[in-house]
């Protein structure tokens, strides 16, 4: 059972940088998938980064490629999102995600979620 609490959240400027963090809880940690999600009004959910436990591989939707970083601390069950060069387009409830050991970029596979946090880019 992991538990994911996520913080960072915020309101900037288009072209500006924001950091999220995520906390989880739980044993085992290292062995999960990690990732996070947006989710924009009246939108689907869509994938914005993953980081798998095997090989310390990351993967990342087109739409943030070269923008956003994903990282994580094993030694401190912690998760981070780094955003640079926003956009309007990226303002979304952003959520941390876990799973035990599947590498993917649909919602569904995804077990743990956190609460959300917001983020709004202005124009």
């Known amino acids: 059972q992991v538990q994911l609490a996520e913080s960072g959240g915020g309101l900037v400027q288009a072209g500006g940088s924001l950091s999220l963090s995520c906390a989880a809880s739980?044993?085992?940690?290292?062995?999960?998938?990690v990732g996070w999600f947006r989710q924009a009004p009246g939108k689907e959910r869509e994938f914005v980064a993953l980081f798998t436990w095997r090989g310390s591989g990351t993967r990342y939707a087109d739409s943030v490629k070269d923008r956003f970083t994903i990282s994580r601390d094993n030694a401190k069950n912690m998760v981070y999102l780094q955003m640079n060069s926003l956009k309007p387009e990226d303002t979304a409830v952003y959520y941390c995600v876990a799973n035990r050991d599947r590498i993917a970029i649909t919602a569904g596979e995804y077990d743990y979620w956190g609460q959300g946090t917001q983020v709004t880019v202005s124009s």
């Open positions: 739980g044993r085992n940690f290292s062995r999960y998938v």
